[in-house]
């Protein structure tokens, strides 16, 4: 007979565990004790898909989200790997994706899977969406496949490319600029193309570190770019992503800050505002110019991709950053 299999749970807070305030605002409750007691009473008979521990990372909202809790979860990862066939991450829904990302990005030679989850509604309520998305999230983290998802509604999606598309539907992720990588139904349905899990003794690695001091700006029609050029004299400033319109359009009037940020050595990354847009910079003309000026092209990534990938080169290999993009 097979061993049961072990799943860790990696605790973050979010929506799940919420209560709701006398004044209707959702909040964390205070106490750590409380909120991992709600989220065990989301569904009780867990452990009979697999038996699983619980590790706090961290009690918040996911809008309170860093870097250093980032870093938590490798490490929690590294030191736990061998122990567990698979790890599942309650995470608030509206930084999921850049947590996914960076997860994504900082494991090397992941061979289980890493799943994070969470809900719409808190736990608690009675029209929750949270236990089916935490049942199927352990389902999930027990196949035969390695990688970081989101497990969310009927969908699983490749960490690097999931996006937060909805604050409210109960479907709130989407894939950029590719498939999802299976689907929640009667069985679940993985795609051909997910990597297996590595059942071979290995170990994984991790590279903690990410800079956070970057700036995301947002065109839009008559915008001054003087205001982008007052932002370089800001020395903390690390790197910058411009959200520029189309397959990466950037009107005239912006040549001068992109030769002061190249002067600078200010890595300028250019996506599209197209939430499944890809940047196509030498097709126009204004896209041209700005790539001449020293524009990084942000390719088909998504917003949440691109913050994490500037963010984690800056620290790592900041002399590579298009190479990493």
Not at 40 to 48: G, I, M
Not at 183 to 207: L, M, T
Not at 262 to 290: D, F, W
Request: glycine share 8%.
């Amino acid at each position: 007979m097979e061993d049961k299999k072990k799943v860790l749970i990696l605790f973050c807070g979010g929506t799940i565990v919420m209560e709701e305030k006398e004044d209707g605002s959702l909040a964390v409750p205070d106490s750590q004790d409380s909120a991992i007691s709600i989220l065990q009473n989301v569904e009780p008979r867990l452990s009979t898909i697999a038996d699983y521990d619980i590790e706090f990372i961290a009690n918040i909202d996911s809008t309170n989200i860093t870097p250093a809790d980032w870093d938590k979860m490798l490490y929690q990862i590294k030191a736990k790997y061998q122990d567990y066939d698979g790890f599942v991450i309650t995470h608030g829904t509206d930084t999921m994706a850049y947590t996914a990302s960076a997860l994504s990005l900082a494991i090397i030679g992941l061979g289980k899977p890493v799943v994070l989850t969470g809900s719409q509604i808190p736990g608690e309520k009675i029209e929750s969406d949270a236990r089916r998305n935490l049942v199927n999230a352990f389902r999930v983290a027990i196949m035969d496949i390695s990688g970081v998802f989101i497990v969310f509604d009927e969908r699983i999606i490749l960490g690097s490319r999931a996006s937060k598309a909805s604050e409210s539907k109960l479907d709130a992720f989407l894939s950029v600029n590719s498939e999802d990588a299976g689907e929640i139904a009667i069985d679940i349905k993985i795609k051909d193309w997910v990597k297996k899990r590595n059942r071979e003794p290995h170990q994984v690695e991790i590279r903690p570190g990410f800079e956070p001091n970057i700036f995301v700006y947002t065109l839009s029609p008559g915008c001054d770019p003087h205001g982008l050029e007052l932002l370089l004299a800001d020395q903390k400033l690390k790197g910058l992503i411009i959200r520029a319109y189309g397959t990466g359009n950037i009107p005239y009037g912006f040549e001068n800050f992109f030769r002061k940020a190249r002067e600078r050595n200010l890595p300028v990354i250019v996506t599209s505002q197209c939430l499944h847009g890809r940047t196509l910079m030498p097709l126009y003309e204004v896209g041209r110019k700005a790539l001449e000026l020293g524009a990084i092209e942000g390719h088909e990534e998504s917003l949440e991709s691109l913050c994490v990938k500037l963010m984690w080169g800056l620290r790592h290999f900041p002399d590579q950053i298009e190479s990493l993009i």
